[in-house]
T-cell receptor
Framework: AQSVTQPDIHITVSEGASLELRCNYSYGATPYLFWYVQSPGQGLQLLLKYFSGDTLVQGIKGFEAEFKRSQSSFNLRKPSVHWSDAAEYFCAVGYTGTASKLTFGTGTRLQVTL | KAGVTQTPRYLIKTRGQQVTLSCSPISGHRSVSWYQQTPGQGLQFLFEYFSETQRNKGNFPGRFSGRQFSNSRSEMNVSTLELGDSALYLC??????????????FGPGTRLTVT
């Protein structure tokens, strides 16, 4: 069965520092990968997606992610974090055939210190 | 373009009751998916509707059901509520024209509390 692992439950970074959130997926087929962000009491906002092609994808709010098939990873990065980036981040995977059924990781809560 | 809307935003019900939640997708989107989010289980897929038909289903008991109308609006129903059904219920819409994977756009959710 497909699964997504986000090994870091909670990360604290200083404003202006760089950020990398880890995500590993587990399944044999070609994955479709997503990163979403959720602020307290809110729904999920799509940051970026990887379907095919260039393995480095750019998203909104200055985020980027790199797909590495050999490591089954899709890590999210941001060169300089802003206090407003404090939120919970979810990695998700989908596969052709299961279409809209996304499998989510458990999330990483990001705290930003000033 | 308006986003995904969900009503109501907050709901308090008693064990044994039933509840209906509503979701209006982004205009032009024909696929609507429902997810349950709890602190213990995280985000779990309930089901997906496309063109008024259930196309995908997660591993939830039959107490959880849904439907989709011709205008793509969707409702989900939970019968015989249990305390463990307390959760944030999220609706997501996408183009979903084929069985391929599409980016999904989420609504703000309905917070259901069962007492």
């Amino acid at each position: 069965a497909q699964s997504v692992t986000q090994p870091d439950i909670h990360i604290t970074v200083s404003e202006g520092a760089s950020l990398e959130l880890r995500c590993n997926y587990s399944y044999g087929a070609t994955p479709y990968l997503f990163w979403y962000v959720q602020s307290p009491g809110q729904g999920l906002q799509l940051l970026l997606k990887y379907f095919s092609g260039d393995t480095l994808v750019q998203g909104i709010k200055g985020f980027e992610a790199e797909f590495k098939r050999s490591q089954s990873s899709f890590n999210l990065r941001k060169p300089s974090v802003h206090w407003s980036d404090a939120a919970e981040y979810f990695c998700a995977v989908g596969y052709t055939g299961t279409a809209s059924k996304l499998t989510f990781g458990t999330g990483t809560r990001l705290q930003v210190t000033l | 373009k308006a986003g995904v809307t969900q009503t109501p935003r907050y709901l308090i019900k008693t064990r044994g009751q039933q509840v209906t939640l509503s979701c209006s997708p982004i205009s032009g989107h024909r696929s609507v998916s429902w997810y349950q989010q709890t602190p213990g289980q995280g985000l779990q897929f309930l089901f997906e509707y496309f063109s008024e038909t259930q196309r995908n289903k997660g591993n939830f008991p039959g107490r959880f059901s849904g439907r989709q109308f011709s205008n793509s609006r969707s409702e989900m129903n939970v019968s015989t509520l249990e305390l463990g059904d307390s959760a944030l219920y999220l609706c997501a819409s996408s183009l979903g024209e084929t069985s391929g994977v599409y980016e999904q756009y989420f609504g703000p959710g309905t917070r259901l509390t069962v007492t």
